[in-house]
């Protein structure tokens, strides 16, 4: 990679990425090159960092096969006495002010230039740190240690690759839930096969009963029949394969993870009745392995 590709790369992050940390940026290009790249790294005061990115700029350094960071952050220049770096000089008092600050300028830049492997030495140090902050959020929902399961209360007769997908989409439930669209492409994701939601109402009327009738409990001389429609929710899922259908209408924890998913999504004042729909890509077929019945499993 020469300047120009460094330059290019740099100012495409700048232009499509917010203002990402030197660590990561360094972190992913480490992540990716399979060459290896000395980062050196000097800090230039956090004086512009108000309204400037965390990284100001790039340089290919040419004698060797590494890159120099110039970062908008105190070092260790900034941190120590100005007087360690900038002495008073008699002899200099007849100078001008424009002398006297262009050798100020290059006392600091030698003074920062001086601190720079160890500011890069820091700077590996929290790269370090980077990357075990990943691998922890990498193995976090690692369901080894059934950490997450029990502080979900997630059934654990629930499949593990159901119950990996649910344990990362429980954080997003104040968003999710209530959002019918949104909980359905859940659920379609998690189960990899289309889902499909309708909102409808039953009719509950009073039936004939058995019971002793007495007036004014059970009984009213006459009234108006009144008509009530309870919600309910009818999930439909499929189509399934038909060598998938004992996997998911089976007893294999699938049902139990829609109970789950159901009561962490859905609406408590909402039924919910799943129903399953089967592919019958091969049609009718005869023959040894396949037996068929008639008015069961076929009609003429």
């Known amino acids: 990679m020469n300047n120009d590709e460094l330059s290019s790369v740099f100012e495409e992050l700048i232009s ?20 290896t790249i000395d980062f050196l790294v000097q800090n230039q005061s956090s004086f512009s960092r108000s309204y400037r990115r965390d990284i100001i700029d790039v ?16 070092g260790l220049y900034d941190s120590l006495p100005e007087g360690l770096f900038h002495g008073h000089k008699e002899n200099e008092k007849h100078l001008s002010y424009r002398l006297k600050r262009k050798r100020y300028k290059e006392e600091e830049k030698e003074a920062r230039r001086f601190f720079s492997p160890i500011e890069s030495e820091f700077f590996n140090q929290r790269l370090h740190i980077e990357a075990n902050e990943r691998d922890i959020l990498r193995n976090f929902y690692d369901l080894e240690d059934e950490f997450l399961i029990d502080f979900w209360k997630i059934d654990k007769n629930i499949p593990k690759a159901y119950a990996l997908k649910l344990v990362k989409l429980l954080p997003y439930c104040f968003k999710i839930s209530g959002d019918l669209e949104l909980t359905r492409l859940s659920l379609e994701n998690i189960l990899e096969y289309s889902v499909k939601f309708t909102l409808k ?20 001389t006459q009234s108006k029949q009144t008509e009530i429609l309870e919600p309910y929710l009818e ?17 294999h924890g699938v049902q139990k993870f829609l109970e789950a998913f159901y009561s962490y ?6 039924d919910v009745k799943t129903k399953y729909s089967v592919a019958n890509k091969d049609g009718f077929v005869l023959n040894k392995n396949k037996s068929s019945s008639l008015g069961l499993t076929t009609r003429l």
């Open 59 to 74: 340089a290919y350094l040419d004698d060797s096969n590494g890159i120099q960071l110039n970062l908008s952050r105190n």
């Open 201 to 220: 109402y039953q009719s509950e009327l009073g039936s004939e009963t058995t019971e002793p009738l007495t007036l004014g409990v059970n009984l009213i």
């Open 265 to 270: 999504f859905i609406s408590l004042e909402l």
């Open 16 to 35: 499509v990425f917010d203002n990402l940390k030197a660590e990561i940026i360094v972190t992913e290009v480490q992540k990716n090159t399979s060459n």
């Open 235 to 251: 999930v439909e899922i499929g189509p399934i394969a038909t060598q998938d259908i004992d996997t998911i209408c089976g007893n």
